[in-house]
T-cell receptor, first 115, second 111 residues
Framework: SAVISQKPSRDICQRGTSLTIQCQVD?????MFWYRQQPGQSLTLIAT?????????ESGFVIDKFPISRPNLTFSTLTVSNMSPEDSSIYLC????????????FGEGSWLTVV | QKEVEQDPGPLSVPEGAIVSLNCTYS??????FMWYRQYSRKGPELLMY????GNKEDGRFTAQVDKSSKYISLFIRDSQPSDSATYLC???????????FGTGTRLLVSP
């Protein structure tokens, strides 16, 4: 499976600010995804990051709040904009498993606390 | 009703016990079934992947899928303290479809 690196691994952010999370993969992948995992909750897909086109957002998530870039097949960023305490969560980058059905592999996550 | 239901636990067992983790689902279109393990403050790690019904074994881990009952299980034999983690089931239909995750079961294996 691909090695997925995320930065930052954790951060404490002030209310109203924005933070960009970077995701780097050690091989070219077709699909990259961003998930959110709120405390005590399961994983919720935010969007699919498409190389060379706009990201595809899931219901309840909008581009103004979570802008995403995908400049090439190994890199993506997710920005959490105008943060509030409700945005305190783990944000996970993931990539498709290529030849393993619909499996996906996750990075270590970025733990954000908004104060 | 959620598409995927999973008992949140925690499930506490002694070392060496056989552990059974389960998920039920409502969408009969699901064909791919996965189990992820998530240690505290880490990203989920893919443990097992199965397609359609049947069993799959990998070392101490066995995944079972019963599509007629819409029920999947993960068995862990000879459980170890290092197995203490949250176990998430996930599933999807055919073609490229997004995964639907359960809420996870927290497992505690005591020495």
């Amino acid at each position: 499976s691909a090695v997925i690196s995320q930065k930052p691994s954790r951060d404490i952010c002030q209310r109203g600010t924005s933070l960009t999370i970077q995701c780097q993969v050690d091989s070219q992948v077709t699909m990259m995804f961003w998930y959110r995992q709120q405390p005590g909750q399961s994983l919720t897909l935010i969007a699919t990051a498409n190389q060379g086109s706009e990201a595809t957002y899931e219901s309840g998530f909008v581009i103004d709040k979570f802008p995403i870039s995908r400049p090439n097949l190994t890199f993506s960023t997710l920005t959490v904009s105008n943060m509030s305490p409700e945005d305190s969560s783990i944000y996970l980058c993931s990539v498709d498993g290529q030849n393993s059905g619909n499996t996906i592999y996750f990075g270590e996550g970025s733990w954000l606390t908004v104060v | 009703q959620k598409e995927v239901e999973q008992d949140p636990g925690p499930l506490s067992v002694p070392e060496g016990a056989i552990v059974s983790l389960n998920c039920t689902y409502s969408n009969s279109a699901f064909q791919y079934f996965m189990w992820y393990r998530q240690y505290s403050r880490k990203g989920p790690e893919l443990l097992m992947y199965t397609y359609s019904s049947g069993n799959k074994e990998d070392g101490r881990f066995t995944a079972q899928v019963d599509k007629s009952s819409k029920y999947i299980s993960l068995f862990i034999r000879d459980s170890q303290p290092s197995d203490s983690a949250t176990y998430l089931c996930a599933m999807s239909g055919t073609g490229f479809q997004k995964l639907v995750f359960g809420t996870g079961t927290r497992l505690l294996v005591s020495p």
